[in-house]
């Protein structure tokens, strides 16, 4: 029977465990991680995890740490990154804390005035690459603002975040339809409505879930699962409720306000895409605090992933198009990784589910059920999101002839 464990050495490995819980990797990177900085420094535990905490077995007892739900910056991911990677090369225990008790005390490294500027640009550059038209577009920019800054007050009183969905959606389809009625707009595209609400649309979750739950960690992926449902049905819920207030109706991927017959504004050209790309992840950068290396490897990703989309879809379909994209970027990613711990791919890779999983598509579809066209948008959500499973699984495996990192079992958003 092994001896009992020092008592540091069980709360360093948890509460390692804990920080990559709350930067957002799988259970089951958690636990791979841990095992192997315990074997690293000799120490013989079982290590196990759920969303919520991490269980350490050192022969003697079994001690739980649970998860303080801290939302951290993109910084801080990329600390939490460094971290694990040096502790499996037999970082010692008091370094370990040390880096950990500096974790938690992190700032924002960019001033509220700057982070809510950055969120302007992620709805502001979403909606550009979606097709609104100009006026929606610089809507968006400014309601995008607002919702950061909700975002970051409400962020940190638990029980109002998670009613924030609902009534986000309901204020930001009022704002935008009677901004449209006072300028005589009577068809606004849906992706006016949805394009601040972005950064609250869990694509990324639902997809992760889906992969947990191939990858046979059934509780984890499924509490994501239902959790990330549900959020998708407030935001529906709200946005229907908005549109019900004002009078108006679904119509495939628009709302129609009154009678209709208001003039139909052009859209942003496609040209413009690019550019608004590069825009919303600067967004990205600067609203969750990223370093300016990971901003830039950021913006090439995207940058990426919107010309492998364009390319693609019309060849494979949109399915096909958004696997081999993910597949390509992940393992280039995770390669990235290995070299630079600070660079995280479960931070690179995450913005991509914005331009590849079609959550705004997503969030019409489940709006607009029984009406003319829902059909064709839940199946291409569906097709979309079960390519992303697929290529982000093959990008993890490729990765796994290459030396481990924090994130090895595949991106988890």
């Known amino acids: 029977m092994p001896e009992p464990a020092p008592d540091e050495e069980v709360e360093a490995i948890g509460r390692l465990g804990v920080a990559l819980l709350d930067a957002g990797y799988a259970v089951t990177d958690v636990s791979r991680v841990a095992k192997a900085v315990a074997r690293s420094n000799s120490a013989e535990f079982t290590v196990g995890a759920l969303p919520t905490g991490v269980f350490v077995d050192d022969g003697d ?7 303080t739900g801290t939302s951290f910056t993109f910084e801080q991911v990329g600390v939490v990154g460094k971290l694990a990677a040096e502790a499996e090369r037999g970082m010692p225990w008091p370094q370990l804390q040390a880096g950990l008790d500096h974790l938690y005390t992190m700032r924002p490294r960019y001033p509220l005035w700057l982070s809510l ?7 502001g550059g979403i909606a550009v690459v979606l097709g609104n038209p100009w006026w929606a577009v610089g809507l968006d920019a400014a309601l995008g603002i607002l919702v950061g800054y909700i975002l970051t007050v409400a962020g940190r009183y638990p029980r109002i975040a998670a009613v924030l969905p609902f009534f986000l959606a309901l204020v930001i389809a009022l704002l935008v339809g009677l901004t449209a009625s006072l300028a005589g707009i009577a068809e606004v595209p849906f992706y006016a409505i949805s394009a601040p609400l972005v950064m609250l649309i869990p694509g990324a979750a639902v997809t992760n879930a889906l992969i947990e739950v191939s990858a046979g960690d059934v509780v984890s992926g499924g509490g994501r699962l239902v959790s990330g449902l549900t959020i998708w049905a407030m935001l529906a819920a ?11 109706r679904l119509d495939d991927t628009a709302v129609v306000l009154g009678t209709g017959g208001g003039p139909a504004l052009a859209a942003v050209d496609p040209l413009f895409a690019w550019p608004a790309v590069a825009l919303l992840a600067i967004g ?21 992933a919107y010309a492998g989309t364009l390319v693609l879809t019309p060849l494979l379909g949109a399915g096909f198009a958004a696997a081999v994209t993910a597949a390509v970027l992940l393992l280039a990613l995770r390669l990235l990784e290995r070299g630079w711990p600070s660079l995280p791919a479960i931070v690179t890779f995450r913005p991509v589910f914005w331009l590849l999983v079609p959550g705004s598509l997503g969030l019409i579809a489940v709006s607009s059920l029984g009406s003319d066209g829902s059909e ?8 979309t999101v079960l390519g992303l499973v697929i290529g982000v699984q093959v990008g993890a495996v490729a990765s796994e002839a290459f030396r481990s990192g924090p994130g090895h079992n595949g991106e988890r958003g």
């Open 61 to 67: 007892r079994t001690r739980v740490l649970v998860s």
């Open 117 to 123: 500027l950055g969120s302007g640009l992620i709805s």
């Open 238 to 248: 709200g946005t229907v409720a908005g549109v019900g207030i004002l009078g108006g």
């Open 284 to 304: 990205v950068g600067v609203f969750l605090s990223a370093t300016i290396p990971v901003t830039l490897v950021i913006t090439a990703t995207l940058l990426l």
């Open 376 to 383: 064709h948008m839940i199946w291409t959500t569906a097709s």
